[in-house]
């Protein structure tokens, strides 16, 4: 489906928002409040069940290429979407990873006939756990020049042999992308990408416990895991532009679960404004609270079109690099800022567990650490004003 933003969305895509609402309320919300507030996912049978409701509803995997078994959805309507389908308790763990479809890292996408059939494609279908190794302990904002784990090519093999750190997933992924350094180039250029099965000899994934709840980080170590030739994804050398690229486009989706869930704490903290008083008047007629809730507000507006604009123009084939760190940049801090004051509205409530808000609260600070701190993004749009 490819759609052209204006101040009305095509039909096609308010009924399936409307869906995804509804599927939601009616499938994920009473789930989720049966279980531990701070479940690392749903358990496997119950995700096994509520997945198999999701490709019945038709809202498995819309964002993966339709030829591979996905929906097809365009950027744009992703991010349409997945503003939706983030408004629940773990509803920022969604992109990638949850009921509505886990997708394999982007860069698999430029990989061989062979490898997309073999790794992609079941990861659409059946929603296998994957990962991306790109972070090592000297440094995830700048891989160009952090990456040490090499790949050494031994006859037809590859020898890789490193560390890795805060690998999401790595501990019961089916498969992951690991970035190596391959040639003598010290620089971007030395770096490229392979495909590794966790279960290798010589691979081994340890938790590292965060403040976030879902998709736990791991600390991974390569001790001389032999890999096919086939591995490779893409050329020797290619790696790192194969991740950067590809990620461009996956940026708008991802920021708008941000946005998703900014905009459910906003409509939590008004309910909640309308409902409680204090000294014998709602919240909802005090001006502290009513101008927190108008800056939630203009942010929140903002952000959207932030990420419209964005995704439309790299639908376009437009070049939306810079729009997809604005787009990154500004939902995670937004997404902190309205977090933060719907827990300050909701007091105590805010920070029990009763309440998604806490969760939010904690995972949002992820938010502007991962997929490139703020200070990276912001670096790359000033980069492009001084050009
Ligand atoms: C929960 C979690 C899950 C993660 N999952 C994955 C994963 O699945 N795969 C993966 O590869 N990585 C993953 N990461 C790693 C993440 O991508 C890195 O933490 C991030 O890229 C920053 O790298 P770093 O932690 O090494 O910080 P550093 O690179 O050491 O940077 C530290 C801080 O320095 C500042 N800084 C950096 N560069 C600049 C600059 N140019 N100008 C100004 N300030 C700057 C920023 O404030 C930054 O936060 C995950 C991290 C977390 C916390």
Redesign the pocket.
């Known amino acids: 489906m490819t759609v052209f933003p204006g101040f009305t969305l095509p039909d096609e895509l308010r009924v399936l928002r409307e869906q995804i609402r509804r599927f939601i309320r009616e499938e994920i919300v009473p789930l989720e409040q049966r279980l531990d507030p701070d479940a690392p996912g749903l358990p496997e049978e119950d995700y096994e069940r509520l997945a198999a409701r999701t490709k019945a509803a038709g809202l498995w995997a819309l964002g993966a290429p339709e030829e591979h078994g996905g929906g097809g959805l365009d950027t744009f309507s992703m991010s349409v979407v997945l503003e939706e389908m983030a408004q629940h308790r773990m509803g920022l763990y969604n992109v990638g990873c949850g009921v509505f479809g886990r997708y394999p890292p982007p860069a698999i996408w430029a990989g061989t006939k062979e490898q997309i059939k073999k790794y992609a494609e079941p990861t659409v279908r059946e929603g296998w756990r994957t ?5 090592e302990p000297s ?4 891989p160009a020049g952090a990456i040490q784990t090499r790949a050494e090519r031994r006859g037809d093999r590859w020898v890789l042999n490193g560390r ?1 750190v ?3 997933n790595a501990h019961h992924a089916r498969w992951g992308l690991v970035w190596a350094r391959t040639g003598k180039d010290k620089g971007r250029a030395g770096i490229s990408c392979f495909i590794v099965e966790p279960g290798t000899p010589g691979f081994t994934a340890k938790n590292i416990r ?1 403040i ?1 709840t879902a ?1 736990i ?1 791991n600390d991974v170590t390569l001790e001389d895991v032999e890999l096919p030739a086939d591995a490779l994804v893409g050329a020797e050398g290619q790696g790192l532009d194969l991740a950067f690229d590809l990620l461009v486009k996956n940026r708008f989706p991802y920021s708008a679960t941000n946005l998703g869930v900014a905009v459910a704490a906003h409509r939590m903290a008004i309910a909640h404004a309308k409902q409680r008083s204090t000294f014998g008047v709602p919240l909802s007629q005090r001006q502290a609270i009513q101008w927190m809730l108008a800056d939630a507000e203009v942010e929140i507006r903002a952000c959207r079109w932030l990420i419209w604009e964005g995704a439309w123009k790299a639908d376009r084939g437009e070049d939306a690099r810079v729009e997809a760190s604005i787009a990154k940049l500004y939902s995670s801090e937004v997404l902190g800022r309205v977090v933060d004051a719907a827990v300050q509205i909701h007091g105590g409530y805010g920070v029990s567990k009763e309440f998604p808000l806490e969760r939010w609260y904690r995972e949002a600070r ?1 938010r502007r ?5 703020s ?2 993004h912001r ?1 790359v749009i000033a980069r492009q004003l001084f050009r």
């Open positions: 990962f991306f190794a790109i972070t440094g995830g904002s700048d890795k805060f690998i999401s965060t976030r998709a980080p992820v650490i991962g997929e490139g701190p200070e990276v670096m």
